[in-house]
């Protein structure tokens, strides 16, 4: 409409005011009750007027321009001004489209007066507010503000509109106010030609968060305006985060602080209305400010995580852009990142493919905080839906058990028994959920094996309470024990048993520990009572601080009776699980401090409770496990629906009670758990007779006096199981009989005298049984059986026996063969050679001097590789096994003082050098068993520098193992002499530093050094005596590498007790003397200070020095020093070309080599399927793959060539984790499969591939095995004098007798005719016995 230039006064243009009917005139000489009641006719007048009264409109137009005047629109009556508001409202409706108003100043009067009097909405209990809300309604009917779009400064009117609306709207309002409200304002928005930064802010202003809490209404309203006017609204909204954002102009609003708010909820309330503003966001992503954009992240994560975007497929750059922040340099941005991830997977499943990928990296990141994050949010997201996480996600929690921050390995293992609990034990989610992750009660437990007593104590805690929950009930915690224990992997149950076993021996300790408060004060009882609190300490978190709270607990139990009497009920053998969660209440009840909240000492006591206390074992469950274990055996359990066979249940079920009757004895006994055990004796499972053997054994101590029909059934078993039975159930038979019968000597000697009667060496396989049960026996009981079994010794253990081949071995060139391949003939020997053994240990003496005959037959197997009767008719397989039995049972016989005093320097060495017998299994199982005895402190400590010739090991693994026992062996002892005082008085056997004089005699009697002055006999000599040397000097304790030279310079100033007048031993033991000072020197700058104290040399290997004996010799040229320790270029040979070497930067290249290999013209395959015959160590396992030693002085890296595919050695075992600490010297030195996968299969000359210009392979000798003398008269004269001695495997040999088909390795010289063979075996098997 038009407005006029200049606007009339209404009353004073001389028109006449029209008021209605009985309406007198209104002016400010009367009260304001008169006003009103007069005011309230008008509003009714243009309540009932319409827009077609022409006449009425013209008649009231003055009256209309009146009520605009100032008297009304001032007026100080609230009562007055709502009434006049009505009027006008009514007044603008009547009169559209044209206001009566012509004055834009009036116009702005009037609505500004309007948007005051909307203020009255707010209270919905005014008598007032019907008034306000047709107010309300008239305006938003008619439009009313849209005239003001005509004035200049309408946004004035606007702002305070929107601002008065926003304000007064609250919870009490109907939904006809709200609508009505969203009317006005939504057609001011889109009928306008834009909205201002000012009227925006007004809306937006309602999504910050601390008005959208004051406010939730008015939030409310906002967004339905937002979503209203979205396709308005949106070029506005995009405007002002361009100028935010984008421009960095701040000014622009005062909101501009609150934009990444203000976003999240624009993009909640509809997307669209960011359309622009989104790349902008991308923008700032890649911002230089890492604060900047940690905010964008933050945002972003919960724009992308919300649970019905689809932000990131419809923006995959924004999406793509976002993620790349997983990798960002800030770490807090790498940590928003990490949380948002776990939203994000809960609410996106889909999603989950595209975090694997930056969550694996992540779960690398050098931060423990965001690795932990890692871990939170998979397993947060896997307690919602396992399906939310894959394979992949779950296996980045499983690498984080192994972290190397505590936080995060506990966070990686707790989180993990949380799933297995839920979804294994709960089923929560079925069988496909349990399926996949039922590997997560595996790898806890294997956990165990980890050195930290922070992780074991967790997994005991895990299984306690995630695994088999200990609140459950009896039959339910068995239940729930029985068939987790039937579905472990092996070393899972390893791992359970060594921490039954470790609960059990704390339990000891502490039983000790109150023995001791039992006995009366004095020095002596101090010292054990220090010494036991120190070893209970050692078993609890942080032992440094829990040594004084153990002290603490110690001088508690002292002082209070009650709290000991507790403590003795916990640990009784008799005590129930219900008692024990008693006690440790009742303890803790007694040691807690209400004062104090956390109490660190209480803590400390609560680990200590927790360890010892029977939570899970008492005899109630016991006997639920028997029960359980009888229906399976009925058939009647849920084995199946449980994912175990029946069979496997059984066996399981007996392991499971077998360990547990080592640990709690007492719980077995009862009628009806014997009686069950006595079925499984009678089942055809050789596995589950055994095990109930053995828990007989463990636990049946009073069989005899409480359960007399049990001992009536049991015995005629055993015997027959002694007799009978499978060699294991024999040897738990007679161990059995010998526990638990007082009448023992009656009941062994009925097993005794028949099986010793009726032994007969025709039918080998009925006689292994009878040997270990004569063997054991004969161990046991000594006094009784040690006499008649000399008879059975001498006259058919060793006469018909071990002296005669019977049969005749297969002759197929394997070195090893499985265990149900090997001929009964060679069982019956090898457990003929145990029975040697047992028969001397049992004695413990050497007066019949037994012990030397026996010690001179086993070396004499270890001289004839196996073969005593040098017959040729056994097997090489054959003749492994045999020279393992021969070596174990010298180290066997070693164990028992009186027996180690006999053995020769001499047999010592045959015994070390199995450890580099040709056949890997041979190496393996030997040393294993040396690092058994060593561990258990049961060998002497010379036999601990046998592992020094494990450097020559052609296989890695064998070598890394060889370096993890060491390690092992010199921790267990330096703790064992710090843990006991007394111990210093045998510091001679226990420390690990005199291993070194033990050692170098060893390695100055190596078969294989026998040129003092050859570099490559003295390289190998250093890399054995740097195989051990590396171990002993990682720590300098006491000054121990001063004191090791000083052992190597005194051994100088001795002789060779074993060759003492010969010269050319003493220069081979100085020689080694001389290199052993060189790598000291070498690797040690703290060697050159005084040793501590003078070392003791063992005079069994060295002489007493002489007084004017002076040896300042050098036996090693400077020049062969500096070789030793810098290595030197190897000669070109036929390989050379193939086998070329790349230095490493910045050093000097060389590869070892002898002379022995550079006129060899061998193929390549030729050389991989036999190369243990090289000399070096690096060359004897093939040909080495790229790499660099990181303990020689100039490394070198070597081209790999790929060998031959070779066959896998058959039951080689590599335990992964001392595999990949590797051996320190060969480092960088990896070697092929062939070393171990074909060094077993000897190969024919026939069958190799020889090239036909070169020259035929020379014979070479056994490595470890001194060439046997030759018969007089041979035309052919030994030639292995003149050559290099095998290391670790043999190669063929072509004899003259037979030069096509003689075995491939036998180096021995060809026999005389037969009839010279048997006078001289016939005065051999004499000289055996005497």
């Not at 009750?33 to 003055?62: A, C, G, I, N």
């Not at 606007?158 to 709207?169: D, E, G």
């Not at 005959?853 to 045999?882: C, H, N, P, W």
Request: hydrophobic share 35%.
């Amino acid at each position: 409409m038009d407005f006029p230039a200049t606007q009339p006064k209404p009353a004073a243009d001389g028109k006449i005011i029209y008021y209605p009917p009985g309406v007198k005139e209104i002016t400010d000489k009367i009260t304001n009750d008169e006003v009103v009641k007069r005011l309230k006719m008008v509003v009714k007048t243009f309540m009932d007027m319409d827009q077609d009264s022409e006449d009425e409109k013209q008649q009231y137009l003055p009256l209309a321009l009146h009520l605009a005047s100032e008297f009304f629109l001032r007026n100080p009556n609230k009562d007055v001004r709502l009434l006049v508001a009505c009027c006008l409202a009514d007044i603008f409706r009547i009169y559209a489209p044209e206001a009566p108003y012509t004055s834009h100043d009036k116009l702005k009067d009037i609505f500004l007066f309007i948007t005051r009097q909307l203020k009255g909405l707010e209270d919905t209990k005014s008598p007032q507010f019907n008034r306000y809300f047709y107010l309300l309604e008239n305006l938003a009917w008619v439009k009313s503000y849209n005239i003001c779009f005509e004035l200049e400064d309408c946004n004035e009117i606007f702002i305070q509109l929107f601002r008065t609306l926003f304000s007064v709207i609250n919870n009490s309002h109907n939904q006809k106010v709200q609508m009505h409200m969203l009317d006005l304002m939504s057609s001011i928005i889109m009928e306008g030609d834009g909205v201002t930064q000012e009227l925006l802010d007004s809306i937006l202003i309602n999504l910050i968060p601390a008005h959208k809490n004051l406010n939730k209404q008015a939030f409310d309203l906002a967004k339905v305006l937002l979503k209203r006017t979205v396709q308005t609204i949106e070029p506005c909204i995009a405007n002002f985060f361009n100028q935010v954002l984008v421009l960095g102009k701040s000014s622009v609003s005062d909101l501009s602080e609150h934009v990444f708010d203000l976003i999240q909820e624009l993009f909640a309330i509809d997307p669209h209305l960011l359309l622009s503003v989104m790349p902008q966001l991308e923008f700032k992503l890649k911002s230089n400010d890492g604060e900047e954009r940690l905010a964008v992240v933050r945002l972003l994560a919960k724009l992308f995580g919300s649970k019905d975007s689809d932000l990131a497929t419809q923006n995959r750059p924004l999406w793509q852009c976002f993620l790349g922040r997983f990798n960002d340099i800030h770490v807090p941005v790498r940590l928003e990142s990490v949380k948002f991830a776990s939203h994000c997977l809960m609410n996106h499943p889909d999603l989950a493919k595209d975090l694997t990928e930056y969550l694996k990296v992540r779960s690398h990141d050098p931060e423990e905080a965001i690795r932990h994050d890692v871990i939170v949010t998979i397993i947060t997201a896997g307690k919602r839906d396992l399906s939310l996480v894959n394979d992949q996600l779950l296996g980045f929690v499983r690498e984080r058990t192994l972290d190397k921050r505590w936080r995060v390995r506990k966070e990686a293992m707790m989180g993990l028994a949380q799933l297995y609990k839920k979804y294994c034990l709960h089923a929560e989610a079925g069988k496909d959920a349990a399926e996949k992750v039922s590997w997560i009660k595996d790898k806890l437990l294997h956990i165990y094996y980890q050195n930290s007593i922070d992780d074991k104590l967790l997994v005991e805690k895990i299984f306690a309470q995630y695994l088999v929950p200990h609140n459950l009930e009896t039959e339910e915690r068995m239940k729930c024990l029985y068939y987790l224990y039937a579905s472990l992997d092996p070393n899972a149950v390893k791992a359970l048993n060594e921490m039954w076993k470790c609960q059990n021996m704390l339990r000891s300790h502490v039983r000790e520990l109150l023995d001791l408060h039992k006995q009366p004060t004095s020095e002596a009882n101090s010292a054990a009572m220090f010494g036991k609190l120190m070893t209970i300490a050692k078993n609890l978190p942080d032992p440094g601080k829990a040594q004084d709270f153990v002290k603490k607990f110690n001088q508690v139990l002292g002082d209070d009776e009650k709290l000991r009497s507790q403590l003795e009920l916990l640990i009784s053998p008799t005590c129930s699980c219900k008692q024990a969660d008693v006690c440790v209440r009742e303890i803790a009840r007694k040691l807690a401090n209400p004062k104090q909240p956390t109490n660190p000492f209480l803590e400390m006591v609560k680990f200590l409770l927790e360890r010892i206390a029977p939570v899970h074992i008492d005899s109630e469950a016991i006997s639920a496990l028997v029960k359980l274990m009888n229906k399976s055996i009925e058939g009647t359990a849920d084995d199946e629906e449980e994912g175990v066979s029946p069979d496997t249940a059984i066996r399981a079920g007996l392991e499971l009670l077998k360990v547990l009757s080592f640990t709690h004895p007492t719980s077995f006994h009862s009628a009806e758990t014997y009686e069950s055990l006595l079925q499984c004796l009678r089942m055809e499972d050789d596995k589950v007779a055994e095990a109930a053997i053995q828990i007989f054994r463990n636990t049946g101590h009073k069989i005899e006096t409480d359960l007399p029909q049990i001992r009536s059934t049991l015995i005629p078993i055993l015997h027959q199981k002694a007799k009978r039975g499978t060699p294991h159930q024999a040897k738990q038979a007679v161990h059995c009989i010998h526990a638990i019968f007082s009448n023992k000597e009656v009941q062994l000697a009925q097993i005794f005298e028949p099986l010793s009667r009726s032994l007969n060496a025709d039918v080998p396989e009925q006689l292994i049984t009878p040997l270990v049960s004569l063997g054991h026996i004969s161990m046991l009981a000594p006094d009784q059986f040690a006499s008649p079994m000399k008879s059975v010794v001498a006259n058919f253990i060793v006469k018909d026996l071990l002296m005669n081949d019977r049969s005749t071995g297969e002759k197929n060139g394997k070195l090893w063969s499985p265990d149900e391949e090997v001929s009964p003939e060679v069982l019956a020997k090898v457990q003929a050679i145990k029975l040697l053994v047992r028969w001397l240990l049992g004695m413990k003496n050497n007066q019949s001097k037994s012990a030397n005959s026996t010690l001179r037959l086993l070396s004499a197997m270890l001289v004839s590789e196996g073969d005593l009767t040098e017959q040729k008719r056994i097997s090489k397989s054959d003749m492994s096994r045999l020279r393992l039995a021969a070596g174990s049972a010298i180290m066997k016989l070693a164990q028992e003082p009186c027996y180690h005093e006999i053995i020769t320097p001499e047999q010592f060495q045959l015994c070390a050098l199995v450890i580099n017998d040709e056949c890997y299994q041979v190496r393996q199982i030997f040393a294993q068993k040396l690092h058994k005895a060593l561990v258990k402190l049961l060998l002497p400590l010379e036999y601990m520098a046998i592992f020094a010739l494990c450097a020559k090991d052609p296989v890695k693994e064998r070598r890394a193992h060889a370096r993890q026992c060491l390690l092992k062996n010199i921790s267990i002892r330096r703790e064992y002499i710090k843990q006991n005082p007394m111990a210093n008085e045998k510091l001679l056997s226990l420390l690990p530093e005199y291993v070194v004089p033990y050692m170098i005699h060893l390695l100055a009697h190596d078969p294989d050094f026998t040129k003092p002055q050859d570099v490559d006999q003295l390289r190998d000599v250093k890399e054995c005596l740097w195989f051990m040397l590396e171990v002993l000097m990682t720590k300098n304790e006491n000054n121990s590498h001063a004191f090791m030279k000083k052992m190597a310079e005194n051994i100088k100033l001795t002789r060779d007790a074993q060759s003492p007048d010969e010269p050319k031993a003493n220069e081979k033991l100085y020689t080694v003397c001389d290199v052993a000072l060189c790598v000291i020197n070498s690797k040690s700058a703290l060697c050159n200070a005084d040793s501590p104290k003078d070392p003791v040399l063992p005079t069994k290997f060295f002489t007493q020095p002489e007084k004017d004996f002076c040896n300042d010799r050098n036996y090693i040229s400077e020049e062969t020093r500096v070789l030793l320790l810098t290595g030197k270029p190897k000669p070109t040979a036929v390989l050379g070309t193939v086998n070329k070497p790349l230095s490493a930067t910045g050093r000097r290249p060389y590869i070892r080599t002898t002379g022995s290999e550079t006129g060899s013209n061998i193929s390549v395959n030729s050389e991989l399927s036999s190369s243990a015959g090289n000399r070096s160590r690096e060359q004897s396992s093939d040909i080495s793959e790229t790499g660099v030693s990181e303990n020689d002085e100039n490394p070198v890296r070597i081209i790999s060539v790929t060998p031959a595919k070779t066959e896998p050695v058959k039951n080689k075992e590599i335990n992964s984790d001392q595999a990949t600490q590797g051996n320190s010297t060969e480092r960088g030195k990896k070697r092929t499969a062939t070393a171990s996968g074909t060094e077993n299969i000897h190969q024919k000359p026939e069958e190799k591939n020889v090239d036909e210009t070169g020259p035929s392979l020379a014979a070479k000798t056994r490595r470890g095995r001194p060439p046997k003398p030759e018969p007089q008269g041979t035309t052919a004269k030994n030639e292995e004098t003149n050559k290099p001695p095998v290391r670790g495997r043999k190669r063929a040999a072509v004899s003259q007798e037979s030069p096509g088909s003689l075995e491939a390795g036998n180096a021995k010289a060809p026999k005389q005719q037969d009839t010279a063979k048997k006078p001289a075996a016939a005065q051999r098997q004499i000289d055996l016995q005497r």
